[in-house]
């Protein structure tokens, strides 16, 4: 019983990770309400390509990327 309980904890975990950046960068790149300024990366699916665009810094969501090479990792499909 409890390798069998190992291994769904395990196939959940990776199937989780596999459909995480997927889920990610489908996402409409969110500014939210602030109005910090932050200059972030996001992915826009339509272009297949990260651009930059500036964050307001809260109330945004995961399409959000520090770096142009982490967005491209993370999203850009070759």
Do not use: H
């Amino acid at each position: 019983m409890t390798k069998v309980l190992a291994f769904i904890f395990i196939a959940a975990v990776i199937c989780s990770g596999l459909t995480g950046a997927e889920d990610i960068c489908s996402l409409p790149p969110e500014v939210g309400p602030c109005r910090a300024g932050f200059r972030k990366f996001a992915y826009y699916s339509e272009l297949n390509k990260c651009k930059l665009f500036t964050y307001g810094g809260c109330q945004g969501n995961e399409n959000n990327f520090e770096t142009l090479q982490a967005c491209e990792q993370a999203c850009v499909k070759k």
